[in-house]
């Protein structure tokens, strides 16, 4: 019997899944496939543009399909620079839920932040920090954040993806569902939701103990991955350890206070989740304020001089 | 704190400070002090409010330095041109170059860290 080698299959089951959009989308080649679907590339006919079409495969679970239909109207709640926009949703021809979004065209924030400094690293960081709080403001926990759910387009503007696994507020501290990974691809009761290494702790045991912290858990377990490949100052060391500290009562209460404590040490200013020795609070002034020190200096330099000059 | 309060306090404090080094760079100044403090006070407060008022026109570091060094030397000027009314003894550059120089920081001060004041609607 012959056997069919794993890209023939993976090819045979993309021509299978590829879904059929009607006269309105023109569906092209698949960009990515997650453990909520499988996004495309499509042309909107009618506007004549390229957007992004994210399509259940043709077997799901209804659950599934509830759940991509509550993403859309998540995504729709979140209007913000930060946050890729949708532009419409409902069923195909056989019945698969769909929505589309923005195509987001550039790179990956963790390839994109590998031949940039530090500084430019943390301003893209706050750029997440900020669409974050943004969805937290309207009640959004977006539950799986990590380097892959990021995207700097070619604007340079920050895209948080990916809300797949968010929840409202208000449905997590009833949610007793669990979720899927995206990594693997499981879906179903009993697989925390999230990923691990930027999972809170209590992601694991409770979903219903689940607030704005876990996004912070998340954030600070993305500054530590963003930061990696150079020498990590002890202020910004210590947002990490405060940000994916293991206790949610020990992190920081919200994305805002984590960004103003990156902004802090961004601005030279003293940083909240550090204990700063004199000798570097004094190194610190002295950096922030050193050309008004130097013309201080210069001012008793003359008047020294004046008084050698006169022989006092 | 916005620029021309900052530019005032910055001149007060330092003018001051000013006159009050008469004291150990011409001990001879001692029976005048009071005069000397008051009227170093007096120019600073004039000046630093002038220089923070051109440093919420104007917007720019170099500019504000260099405008706080002339509004220094100018107002430093009358006094180094004064001679001593006991001895007649002229002070020029020991008043004129300090003077010039608190002008100088007081124009960075009100450039780098005074307060732009947003108009309001």
Known sequence: MMSLSDAALTRLRDVVDRPDAGDRYAVHELLGRGGMGAVYRATDQLLQRDVALKVLPPEHPEDIARRLEREARVLAALEHPG????????????????????????????????????????????????????????????????????????????????????????????????????????????????TPGFMAPEQLIAAAAVDVRADVFALGALLRELMTGGKVAAPLRAIIAKATAPTASDRYPSVDALAADVRAWLDGASVSAYAEPVWEKALRFYRRNSALILLLLAYVVVRLFILWWRGV | MNKPVLGLVAGGVLGIFDGLTALVSAPEVAPQIAGIVAGSCAKGLVAGMLIGWFAKKVNNLTAGVVFGLAMGALFALPFALMPDPTTGQKYFWEILIPGSLVGLIVGFLTQRYGAMVLARR
Not at chain 1, 97 to 125: A, H, I, K, N, S
Not at chain 1, 127 to 147: N, Q
Request: aromatic share 6%; hydrophobic share 45%; net charge negative.
């Open chain 1, 83 to 194: 946050i890729v926009a949708i532009h419409d949703a409902g069923r195909l021809a056989d019945g698969r839920p769909f929505y589309v979004m923005r195509l987001v065209r550039g790179r990956r924030l963790d390839e994109q932040v590998r031949d940039e400094t530090p500084g430019e690293r943390l301003r893209r960081f706050l750029a997440v920090c900020d669409a974050v709080s943004f969805a937290h403001s309207k009640g959004v926990i977006h539950r799986d954040l990590k380097p892959a759910n990021v995207m700097v387009g070619e604007f340079g503007e920050v895209l948080v993806l990916d809300w797949g696994v968010a929840k409202r507020a208000a449905e997590v501290a009833g949610d007793t569902s669990h979720v899927l990974s995206a990594e693997t691809g499981d879906t179903g009761d009993g697989v925390a939701v999230g």
